[in-house]
């Protein structure tokens, strides 16, 4: 993604099943001055009310993509936040 104007911008955060559940809403807007990493993002949401149940088994998605906690998240990103899957 191009690096946009200067300044603080906002990724979205979609939150699915229990995640959406414990902070009661199915998104969150974290506010960035630059580029963060997957895991600080986390990190951002954990400090939100509820976040704090948010584990390190957690799957992450940066634009409808797996993505590991060191990758890059920037400007116009989407990030999507799952629980563990269990299968039956």
């Known amino acids: 993604m191009a690096a946009g104007p200067p300044g603080p911008f906002t ?4 939150l699915f099943a229990r995640y959406a559940e ?3 809403a199915d998104h969150l807007d974290v506010v960035a001055e630059g580029p963060l990493t ?3 993002v986390l990190s951002r949401v954990r400090a939100f009310p509820g976040g704090r149940t948010i584990g390190v088994g957690t ?3 940066v634009n ?5 906690l060191s990758a890059a998240v ?3 990103d989407e990030v999507a ?3 563990p899957l ?3």
């Not at 990724?11 to 979609?14: A, H, L, M, S």
Request: proline share 7%.
């Open 38 to 40: 997957v895991g600080e």
């Open 22 to 24: 414990l902070l009661g």
């Open 86 to 88: 269990a299968g039956g």
């Open 64 to 68: 409808l993509r797996q993505a590991p």
């Open 81 to 83: 936040i799952l629980p």
């Open 11 to 14: 990724i979205r955060v979609q």
């Open 59 to 61: 799957l992450v998605a």
């Open 74 to 76: 920037t400007r116009g």
